[in-house]
């Protein structure tokens, strides 16, 4: 069996060195074709943590507004427990003297019959 072709020979340029070339190996195109793949999941989870960011920031602002609410509520009421505390010691003081004075009526009047 015979094979005929043609030969080559192959020789390397050293007499044009050009600084402008970017040499690129299997490697590099491995690492490149990596971080094509990578970036559509790191650009989901970074706009995945952004929607959460958002999401909890509204939430904190929206529990913010609660406890504002709740401060008011618990304001009204403290004020509404003094007055009722008052009106409490106003009625105490007088059932003293009604009590007392309803006695000393009811002694003088058996006494001076």
């Known amino acids: 069996m015979t094979v005929v072709g043609r030969s080559e020979?192959?020789?390397?340029?050293?007499?044009?060195?050009?600084?402008s070339c970017i040499c690129y190996d299997d490697k590099m195109d491995k690492k490149c074709l990596e971080c094509l793949i990578n970036k559509a999941k790191k650009d989901s989870l970074l706009s995945n943590q952004s929607l959460q960011i958002y999401n909890f920031t509204k939430i904190i602002f929206g529990n913010e507004i609660m406890i504002s609410d709740l401060k008011k509520d618990n304001e009204k009421k403290r004020t509404n427990i003094i007055d009722l505390n008052l009106k409490l010691s106003r009625s105490n003081t007088i059932i003293k003297y009604g009590g007392i004075s309803s006695l000393v009526i009811i002694g003088i009047l058996t006494f001076t019959k």
């Open 9 to 19: 020979i192959v020789l390397e340029d050293t007499y044009s060195i050009n600084d």
